[in-house]
């Protein structure tokens, strides 16, 4: 479904991402892990198609289709879905109005008639209660004043509502209580299915409790340096990063405060 | 030195529209007080970014004949008074008799009644006086050839809003001068929309002017919008005086032209009087468009809250001057003035200038402004979702005036405000 060879990109003139090889099929559920700083949200933000990052060198394909030289939208109505580390918040458009606007943007490209106000009220009601979302929520800005873990469940809403064939899950689990992790893991394994792949991003392994991966990837600057399967999850959470020979900043930091 | 410019002798000749004597003998008073009047120019402070754009050639002094068909004819979802080129149509106009509350051209006033309207006009802004007066709005004092006196009784209530169309016929070159003086009594209470449009393509000019007298607790809503073609120059003005516990709220939309100007000045006289302006302009292409405001805090205790909004796209300007002045025995006021402008291309200009004087001690005065663009960020989030760029931009933009779009109180307004926005992205935002 999804390959990525050699990709380089850059931001403001520093290289971040220096040679990343990944393979992802159908059906599969990939876990990328890596101290903070090690370019996983950068990876992420090269897949969407965020311009603000220069791609240097490489090639990313998927499904036969060259992913670089399509414009961002056009990657999201193939089937590309970011769940954003940092979900942003737009006062003044309406959640329902978001929402409904990118689900008939997908629809209109794959040939199908669009959903009418009342429609998709109805189905952004059920899936908002899915992610234990309050279907008030969908009358507010764009995340507007909500809590962390409120952004995060309306990112998955997103997901459960395009039906993406990739979805890239950044940090999706960090800043979540228990009880919030949980509903954000059962949306992610409804996400789950043969024609569609999960690539989630993230610092601690504690989402991989919940979401069993089938292979894991250790990033570490910029490269991935150790891919294995999900045993290599439990051992980072055993020995550390360090084990491995990175420095993990967000760890040292953590433990001089 | 160039002698400053001075109006030219062919504005001094109004046409000969039959007014009541009282009010013929106030133009032609008006008129004369005009000889040798300087123009604006660009050492103007109030008029430093727009006296470029203001063309008072001689072709433009003529006036434009009030005859024809007004295009008017649209249904409105409330009552109507339809202007033709200043002067109005009864035959166009659609309003009921309607107990305590009179609607009146101004020429068919009897004496006594043009008398002492005579006696009021101009106070609420500024008055005869060059000092301090709304100089284009002398203008139209000399000039105006018919207008709309609405009265309202103490306690009458106008059940359905009052749409004044105001329409500049523009097959010749010329101007026009519309007046609307609103007297409303104590507790009385009116919604008024006033809406500019044009017919005809040749460069024409409108000089408007309405005043707007709020009795003591009376509750007066105007919403004005701004849509004439791109032939129009527009000069407008408002003049707002508040007694006691009175509340007047004012909703202006405009599109740009090769000029748009609107003063609207408030006077807060009586204790616990209120006011809300809420405004939202649009500019594109070479458009210019100049809202100046002004509220002064007389007496304690008032309150003002202001919102202007700025879209400037293309090569077009927009600019927003406001200014508050809270008055030494004004205590106890509260002023809120924000003003956000948004850049929607980097040829676009906007300046915004907040002027605040500030006499009293005990008063509570915020204000803020802003320019920027569109956030990357956020259009990247909704593109990143499968919109379209178009759309995304248009989603954005929506955003920044959406609060004041909501706040007009007249639906069927809104619509029609909807629909010119429209309009506009569509012209602005090309597919990509
Ligand atoms: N917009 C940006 N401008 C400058 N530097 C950036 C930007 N985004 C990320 N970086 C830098 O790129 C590196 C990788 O960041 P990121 O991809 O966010 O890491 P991670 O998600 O793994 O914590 C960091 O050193 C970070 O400071
Ligand atoms: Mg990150």
């Known amino acids: 479904m999804l390959s990525i060879k050699n990709l380089h990109a850059s931001v403001e003139g520093k290289e971040i991402l220096k040679g990343i090889n990944l393979e992802i099929k159908a059906g599969e559920v990939h876990a990328i892990m890596g101290p903070n700083g090690s370019g996983k949200s950068t990876l992420s933000q090269v897949l969407a198609g965020n311009e603000a990052f220069e791609v240097t060198d490489g090639e990313v394909v998927m499904n036969g289709e060259n992913l670089l030289e399509l414009e961002t939208e056009e990657r999201a109505r193939e089937g590309i879905f970011l769940a954003f ?154 020995k550390g990063y360090g084990w491995l020979g990175i420095k993990d900043e967000a760890t040292a930091d953590n433990a001089a405060n | 030195m160039k002698p400053a410019p001075t109006l030219s002798m062919a504005f001094l000749h109004p046409a000969g529209q039959l007014l009541p004597e009282p009010l013929a003998a106030l133009r032609k008073q008006r008129g004369t007080a005009l000889v040798d009047m300087p123009l604006p120019t660009r050492k103007t402070e109030n008029w430093k970014y727009s006296s470029r754009h203001l063309k008072l050639t001689d072709d433009m002094a003529i006036s434009l004949p009030a005859e024809g068909k007004t295009g008017s004819s649209l249904a409105v979802p409330g009552y109507k008074v339809a202007f033709l080129n200043g002067v109005m149509m009864p035959e166009a106009s659609e309003y009921p008799d309607l107990s305590g509350i009179r609607i009146q051209s101004f020429g068919d006033l009897d004496d006594d009644e043009a008398s002492e309207l005579a006696q009021r006009l101009d106070d609420t802004l500024g008055g005869s006086d060059e000092k301090g007066a709304v100089q284009m709005a002398r203008l139209n004092s000399a000039r105006f050839e018919d207008g709309l006196l609405i009265r309202l009784k103490p306690g009458a209530a106008l059940d359905q809003p009052l749409f004044i169309i105001h329409e500049t016929s523009a097959d010749a070159s010329g101007s026009a001068y519309p007046r609307i003086f609103v007297d409303a009594g104590a507790n009385s209470q009116i919604t008024l929309v006033e809406e500019y449009i044009s017919s005809g393509s040749e460069p024409a000019m409108v000089n408007t002017v309405t005043e707007v007298m709020a009795g003591e607790g009376a509750n007066v809503t105007s919403i ?65 468009y100049d809202n100046h405001t002004s509220i002064e805090h007389v007496v304690p205790h008032c309150n003002s809250e202001e919102t202007y909004r700025n879209i400037a796209a293309d090569q077009s300007h927009a600019i927003f001057s406001g200014r508050i002045h809270i008055h030494q025995d004004a205590q106890k006021s509260n002023a809120d003035m924000n003003n956000k402008n948004l850049l929607l291309s980097n040829g676009a200009e906007i300046d915004t200038k907040p002027v605040l004087e500030i006499y009293a001690d005990d008063v509570k005065c915020a204000h803020g402004a802003t320019i920027g663009q569109l956030d990357e960020i956020s259009l990247f989030y909704l593109v990143s979702r499968g919109i379209g760029r178009r759309e995304a931009n248009v989603l954005l933009t929506m955003a920044f005036i959406n609060e004041l779009v909501e706040q007009i109180p007249v639906e069927a307004v809104r619509e029609t405000v909807q629909g010119r926005l429209s309009h506009f992205f569509e012209q602005t935002f090309l597919e990509a």
């Open chain 2, 224 to 288: 004005r919008l701004n849509m004439e073609g791109d032939n129009i120059q527009h000069i407008g003005a408002t003049g707002v005086v508040q007694q006691r516990s009175s509340r007047f709220e004012s909703h202006s939309v405009g599109f740009g032209g090769p000029l748009r100007r609107h003063d609207l000045r408030v006077r807060l006289e009586g204790e616990g009087a209120e006011c809300k302006l809420n405004g939202v302009v649009a500019t594109r292409d070479k458009q210019h």
């Open chain 1, 85 to 238: 580390q940092y979900p942003v918040e737009i006062p003044g458009v309406s959640n329902m109005q978001f929402l409904r606007t990118a689900v008939n943007a997908m629809r209109k490209h794959h040939g199908e008639e669009e959903m009418n106000a009342a429609e998709f009220m109805k189905l952004a009601k059920d899936v908002s209660r899915q992610v234990d979302l309050d279907p008030a929520f969908l009358k507010r800005g764009v995340n507007e004043g909500f809590s962390g873990g409120e952004k995060k469940r309306n990112e998955i809403m997103q997901a459960l509502l395009l039906q993406p064939k990739l979805a890239i899950l950044d940090e999706t689990d960090s800043g979540l209580d228990i009880d919030a992790l949980k509903v954000v893991a059962d949306g992610v394994n409804a996400l789950r299915s043969q024609d569609r792949a999960i690539l989630m991003v993230t610092h601690y392994q504690r989402l991989l409790n919940h979401i069993v991966p089938d292979y894991v990837h250790v990033l570490a600057g910029g490269r991935i340096i150790k891919s294995g399967g999900r045993e290599l999850a439990l051992e980072l959470e055993e």
